[in-house]
């Protein structure tokens, strides 16, 4: 049957037991004060609980352990591990360890995977993913000045990245550099693996940003000089200058899964301006009785509601036709998702009031994260762009100078086409 | 299958006759000038296409020649119709008969059947709806002040009501009365039949509006007196005091069909926003290279996208449930679908500049109509806070004075929670 | 002293006479009922008493019977005439008499004045302004294709134009056309004088727009064509080329004249939602005890004394400094106004439901004509990118690939300029 | 004269040295780094500059060293104060010592001045404010629960505050309290000065923020405890029940400064837009080519306008009518200005990118600091209702059903009116 907004039982019986064990165990990890150690002990035996559950990296393929989920299913994965910053690190998908790890499912060689992939998925090593670089807009792929010359049997890099993920504690990068610096604007890159403690590597700094700390034990977004960085020929990703069009297959469903997630934080900010609504009063009654608030909650209810069917349904053409056959999908939730998400927060922060603005409650660490989502996978502007050019080829100007729809022109095509019928019936009467 | 999106092949290609047929045969209507005679042949020659198509009346129970389809058929075909004033006509779905035809299948006494439904589905008899009264907020059922009395053997009508649909042409008007003046709010009210010659009943005017000419040949909106109007006692259409209930039958899916229709206009304002924008030249390129045109093109196309997958979610909910469940989904669909509606009639209108502003274009009429939406069925305001309650209800305030996610709170429990396996831990290194 | 905003009181009572004027003798026009000849004997007994208070025609020159009143003052009073439609007839500044007299009077030889200013002024004669094209975008003076060439002693006229207002009436038309085709933009076109019965003239029509019927008595915009239509070389209006320069001095006052009638139609539309918030109730109270209903009057209230400081400071720029001066704040307060416009009838509007949407109020017919404020003058996106361009020009790019205030390289800055001081400092301790 | 935007030139010669001072000398106190000491000892120098420039402490009253300045003048003065986090300090007024030495100067004795006056001004002590309570709305008086009950010559205080500005370093508090609980909402409430070493007085943490570190060696907002915390009688500031009418003097000239404050910190924010724009390049061309980047000026650059305009006006309104008559504008520019700073600094952001959402850029601080300007001072919300209410008050509900815009009345009016002239005119033809 067509239409269907339903989930399969079996499958909302698995999103049901997520929801909880997030909930219940992964919401306390949150404000868990413990030094790293014990910290990642408790974590790893969640993750043996998520594994046993068979929900442990679920975005990879089946041979590595993956279930063969669709994006649909993995979407409605993602809004519940949204709710919490740590439940991707819990189910085995943080980034950027999971979009790498699809990239060295799909694109690396059975060196590369042996060398790298099965470690990190052992979690004996963590990687980091080095594109953006300071002086560059990251949009614009012929702005890439990051160089990989290739001389006799090595990659040869230098350059200057930044808001690398990762970057102080990974064990390898996978580099974005310009190798072939003359062909096209998205031809003209690819990926490299380079381990960091390659000599020429230098990690300046985590950048210290808005979202602040909460990327507890060294996460971060680093800082890195590339100076004549030599790694092996065989740490090419994928083939010579394909560089853009694997980030962009890293990027597709990422992107869903991004959205999803934001989702599942719209949705916890959501809940916590519905109870407090209920609880708070103010000028002879709980502030739930206020128009404003009643518009708050309505508004945020249309919005969410719209973003996330508009990302299962993104989620769906992937599945029918491919992440390329999506693009569009993906970027009108891209901006339109990121929209809803700071709108939510941002109702709900106002509500608690300066209880919401300080770190009392999570409101205030999402307000700022949510910041960056107007930013990260491409500006927000630049998807409208793309969202504008994809639509537009569906269209051809009318010819003249007129619009098709210009009345006076229609009149007379309308007059000419019921001529004759109205001449029969004139007679008929 | 779960969460699926797509048409079902057969009835996909009914949809796409109806695009065609609505399109070269219903957009020549908008424009023809004929007179009243004349031009009703012509529509009655495109309804018996309809008839033979099997598309006639579809909102009808199968014994009326319905076809049984759900309200997310149902809102596939009015996302078409909705592109075309005239369409619903030559569909047998026009407001107000349409509505009124349901309220008679469904409540009607086979008596009332017989006199005012059967004529109704041939065209003998045109209808109206008289609900809404000068005096009183249409929204608050407690402000209803016409009242109708039984003496003997007949109801006695008193009252002021206007905007009542089609008032000055219906051959019979279904009148929301006060029949149970000390009942609750909901109901107080109770439906009754009223033919327009009946003594004592004075249609005053057609009301003129923004909505200007465009209800040609006599239809429009209309200001009515009723003063000491005697119909006989079986003229009560369903129950006493359900008066309100019933209106909720009619206008659930109605909302859902009107949603559909924006949808259409909408589409097709888009449709002129995106070729005019390819057509239209200035300061040396066309208006489609600009940034704000291209800002507008990606807006448009998400909040239609949300729109529409929020309407068919509704009506899907709908057709599971039944019209009750959904009464949250159709709030939050009146207002944000009014809402988008405007804002891409609004935006292809201000691209044709001095052109969409004159009438020599469809966009001024349809931004004149699409005011309208954010009123009818209910104002914007009372369907938000609606919603607001709806959603409440599966709330409750946290007890104590601080809300659920209070981290110091948070952190204490956490810290217990782990403590234990903490201890084993520490033991274990 | 500076920074007053104060009226002074001599002129304050002029205001105040006309705000009881407008209110009690022309408010009344709007809905008056007569044939043409009663309803201008009527505007003619109320011309004469605003003659005798020397308030007629308050934007001409001294020499004209102007009383040399600068910008702040014309646009105070326009504030008040910008209340009702009739009110700038009645007080001799209705549009586009008034901007072309402005033209006449400034760049008009003694001949032209003699001939079509005089007659003009004294109401034995009406104009019209004929500039925009249908084919081309108004705002992009390149595309002007209304060409006339000098033949002998006569000016040859061709080409096509739309919403020249008062097209059908008036007894000449001021007409924008190319003169030097191949000059540079701005110094393309001139204005020239055409009496309308000059042979190959044609008025088509007037244009129907959104705007509706309001131009009683023949007023509206029409469509003309110009063929081979020759008037005598004296009809030149100013020098050759300067078309656009005299059109940028008609619409740079104008564009606060404008401004400050849309505060005037604002204004009327806020006392009606204030007044009606406190008339009308719903659920158990009043409609001003709504927050919603609340929220509108805060924002409209907000919104249009930014609106009217700002368009009161332009006037001032313009009358300290010259309209040159002042014209990134004219584009500021175009587009800006225009929104202010739109949105506090668009409320006052929505308070008043069906009632609103009907013409039994002025609300329907200002929101219609509200909807032009953002496209006449030049649309909104033009003005914002002028406003953009003027600001820009004060800013350079920083040196360098860091923005100004880049912390690392500041912190650098200050460690150094305070090294000093901190050492003597830490000495003395 | 009337209508004058300018400002004195003598004043604004002040007002240029400010500019350059703080430009010069107090942006590089924001990325110094340096230790307390030493830090303090930078700013006493610049202080001592400000004083020879008699530019310190100018909110206070000329005994007490200001210079008589009204609030336009302030505003002025603030406006480029706001532009850096320190130059209040440098100036002599940071919150919230410049708020409580106006209260002492204005409310109290003596030897309260002698006290905590003097010492305040000399530096020789620290304050702070404590009003806010963490289970009760702030916006609503009824709700404060801290008591002062007068025992023998003592105040005994029991009560429980938050963000009590500076509360961990300050050496007195200006406690509210409730001193008379059955009292009407506005009368409840005195003030008491209370030193922080008095027995009972638990400082319990400065509340962790969205703000964060900036303010740097303790400043902060703290919860404090009073459990039976005794001080005289003669610590009673001001009148018995008077607390709310002295926060409100307090608050009303204060939120000048913060709206003007605001409009440094956005025009800080908007240099940095421009000049970016014109910096980076991105597809070809810098940023400030881009529409969208065009737009955020032109708003950016209007609503700044706005806001500031409508600010001064309101310090105008205070300095002529004071500072009660001014509630309206007053609040109008709360909710107003604070949308205002957020927007631009929120473009601003976005134009810079993963730069802008860096600390290596003040955006993001200014981001953070902004998003409280929405609570503090009453949320936006209630000051919303406020200016509602306050005009509301100059209308009345028109008698009878209808507005007094209702056409058909007018229309029957307007003939009565005008049928004698008509008729003596219809004789005259």
New interface residues.
């Given amino acids: 049957?067509?239409?269907?907004?339903?989930?399969?039982p079996e499958?909302e019986k698995q999103l049901q037991w997520m929801r909880e064990f997030v909930r219940d165990e992964i919401?306390?990890?949150?404000?868990?004060?413990?030094d790293d150690?014990?910290f990642m002990?408790?974590v790893r035996?969640l993750q043996k609980e998520v594994k046993e559950r068979k929900l442990w990296a679920t975005h990879l393929p089946p041979e590595l352990g993956g279930q063969g989920f669709g994006q649909?299913k993995l979407g409605l994965i993602h809004e519940i591990l949204g709710a919490s910053v740590w439940a991707p690190t819990v189910f085995g998908n943080q980034a950027p360890d999971s979009g790498n790890s699809e990239i060295l499912a799909n694109f690396g060689t059975s060196r590369q995977k042996e060398l790298w992939l099965h470690p990190l998925l052992e979690g004996k090593l963590r990687s980091g993913f080095s594109m953006?670089e300071?002086?560059n807009?990251?949009?614009?792929p012929v702005?890439l000045s990051t160089t990989a010359e290739l001389r006799g049997d090595e990659w040869v890099i230098n350059g200057h990245k930044?808001?690398t993920s990762n970057g102080m504690i990974a064990d390898f990068l996978i580099v974005m550099a310009a190798t072939e610096p003359d062909a096209g604007p998205y031809e003209r890159a690819s990926m490299i693996i380079v381990p960091t403690d390659t000599p020429g590597l230098k990690r300046l700094r985590n950048?210290?940003?808005?979202?602040?700390e909460h990327e507890r034990f060294g996460y971060g977004h680093a800082e890195i000089l590339y100076e004549d960085v030599r790694v092996p020929k065989e740490n090419l990703l994928g083939e010579r200058g394909k560089g853009f069009l694997i980030a962009q297959h890293r990027l597709g469903p990422g992107r869903i899964h991004h959205c999803m997630r934001w989702l599942g934080q719209a949705r916890?900010a959501f809940?916590?301006l519905?109870?407090?609504?209920?609880?708070?009063?103010?000028?002879g009654g709980?502030l739930?009785d206020?128009?404003?608030?009643?518009?708050w909650?309505?508004?945020s209810?249309?919005e969410m509601?719209?973003?996330r069917?508009?990302t299962?349904?993104a989620a769906?053409v992937i599945d029918r036709e491919g992440a390329p056959a999506a693009r569009?999908e993906i970027?009108?939730i891209k901006?339109?998702g990121a929209r809803v998400l700071h709108d939510v927060i941002d109702r709900a922060?106002?509500l608690?009031?300066?209880?919401g603005?300080?770190?009392?409650?999570?409101?205030?660490e999402m307000?700022?994260h949510a910041?960056?989502a107007?930013?990260?996978d491409g500006?927000?502007?630049v998807?409208?762009?793309s969202?504008?050019?994809y639509?537009?080829r569906d269209?051809?100007?009318?010819k003249g100078?007129w619009?098709?729809?210009?009345?006076?022109t229609?009149?007379e095509?309308?007059?000419r086409?019921?001529a004759a019928?109205?001449e029969t019936?004139?007679a008929?009467?």
Wanted: aromatic share 12%; hydrophobic share 40%; with cysteine.
């Fill in positions: 049957m067509a239409w269907d907004f339903s989930t399969e499958f919401y306390p990890l949150e404000v868990l004060e413990a150690g014990s002990r408790i035996t649909v953006t300071p002086h807009a990251g949009s614009d702005d930044w808001f950048i210290p940003t808005m979202a602040g916890r809940d916590m519905c109870e407090r609504a209920l609880q708070r009063r103010a000028f709980p739930a206020k128009q404003t608030v009643q518009n909650i309505a508004d209810a249309a509601q719209a973003a069917l508009m299962l349904h769906w569009k970027s009108l901006f339109f922060l106002q608690h009031g300066s209880l603005y300080s770190s009392d409650l999570p409101l205030e307000y700022r910041r960056a107007r930013m990260y500006p927000d502007e998807h409208r762009q969202v504008a050019r639509i537009l269209y051809k100007a009318p100078p619009p098709r729809e210009h009345v006076p229609r009149r095509a309308a007059r086409k019921f019928m109205l019936m004139t008929d009467v």
